[in-house]
Each structure stands twice: as C-alpha cells, then as structure tokens.
C-alpha cells in the first residue's frame, strides 16, 4: 500500500497563477483532509471531507478550493496565488469506527507539498 | 470548540537526558488523544494514540504518554532520548463522537545533542 500520496512536491508560483495540489489514497478511508503547516503555527485545516461528495470548510478556507473526486482523491485548488499561502500542504486520510466508548479515528498523513508563491 | 496548547516551543537535550513534552486541551466531552512526529523533511507519523483504557499509553520508539483526565493532560515522555529523536512533535485531540475533526497543537521541536 502507498498509503497518502501528494503531487507535486515542490512548486514555485508567481502571485496570481493557478494550480491543483492532488491528493490519493489506497486505504479506504471515508475522510480525506487537506492542511497548511507553517512555522509555529501547527496545521491548520483548509478543508476537509468527511465522506465521498461533501466537503466543507475548515479553519482557513479563504483563497482555496476543493474537489472531492471519488472515494480515493482530493485535490486543493488556488485559483489566484498568494505570497501568504506560501507553505507546506499536507493532505490526510482518516477513517471512523464505533467502539463501546464512542468514535475513534486516526489521521493519516502524505509526504507534503513544498508551495512558495514569489 | 476543542483547543490544543504546547507549551514547550523549542527544547534542547543531551542524549540520554530524559524528556517530557506538555500537552493540555480543552473541551468539554470525550476525546481521543494523539502524539505525532515529524523527523526533519518528512511528514507526520503516528508515535502513540489514546482511545480509552489504561491511561498510560507506549508507543513506539519507547515514547509514552499519560493521559490525565482531571488536568485535561496528554504528556509525551521518553527516559532517554537519542539524536535520532530530533524532530517536532505535534499533540492532537479529537471529540469522540460524530465527525472526526482534529485540532493539533503548535508543536514543540527537540533538538538532541549527542
């Protein structure tokens, strides 16, 4: 199994371009994910997908765009790039099961995409 | 709305000194708790998770961790660190129950020194 995939992993972009961060995985999951990381700020969630043909908004949606395409992928869009949305992007995947205590789920992560906007 | 604080921003250790990483949250109901890694130029990776049971929870690596109900606590600890254990370490909670969102906390980057 591959588990989470991301391309590309490096980008560089011109304030104002466009692209699509793809994301897969194999295992099934329900819930894909798709994160920012930067320095001392954790991840944060831009979107995430709780099951195949939803999605909505996480913690800073503004500037971004998804796709859910099917039960494996689930690509992040710029429409018009940023020098603040220079950053590592992180998608995950997660699935959910019902024990006697309530729900559990763990996050899976990929391998990242390296984004600077110039 | 669940909240995650690291306290420990940036900790530096000899190698064979022990270790210990903060990690408070806050919400009201149940949680399921986690520890993630982060080795430099890689991405997150599962170091241990609490579901329920015994709150002292071993992880790999020899990490473990201690959930403390009363404190709203989900400490990360190591007897005796290695220079290969130099990363950032991310806690993380998730409600229990309905949909899985988890929050992460800033992270804390351990720089061991041999």
């Known amino acids: 199994n591959a588990g989470v995939t991301q391309t590309p992993k490096f980008q560089v972009l011109k304030t104002g371009q466009s692209m699509t961060l793809q994301c897969a995985q194999d295992?099934?999951?329900?819930?894909m994910y798709w994160y920012r990381q930067d320095p001392g700020m954790g991840l944060r969630l831009i979107y995430y997908?709780?099951?195949?043909?939803?999605?909505d908004k996480g913690e800073v949606p503004n500037g971004y765009n998804v796709s859910r395409l099917n039960k494996r992928e689930f690509s992040l869009r710029l429409e018009s790039a940023a020098p603040s949305q220079t950053s590592v992007y992180f998608c995950a995947s997660s699935d959910s099961w019902r024990g006697l205590a309530g729900t559990y789920n763990e996050q899976f992560f990929g391998p990242g995409t390296r984004l600077t906007v110039l | 709305a669940q909240s995650v604080s690291q306290h420990n921003h940036h900790v530096i250790l000899s190698e064979a000194a022990s270790l210990e990483l903060g990690c408070n949250y806050s919400?009201?109901?149940?949680?399921?708790l986690f520890w993630y890694v982060q080795y430099p130029g890689q991405h997150l990776q599962l170091l241990l998770k609490?579901?329920?049971?015994?709150?002292l929870v071993k992880g790999i690596k020899g990490f473990e961790a201690e959930f403390i109900k009363s404190k709203f606590s989900f400490n990360l600890r190591k007897p005796s660190v290695q220079w290969s254990d130099t990363a950032e370490y991310f806690c993380a909670v998730n409600a229990r129950g309905g949909y899985q969102k988890v929050t992460f906390g800033t992270g804390t980057k351990l720089q061991v020194i041999p």
């Open positions: 609490y579901f329920s049971g015994d709150p």
């Open positions: 919400y009201g109901g149940t949680v399921n």
């Open positions: 295992m099934n999951h329900n819930s």
């Open positions: 997908s709780a099951s195949e043909g939803t999605t």
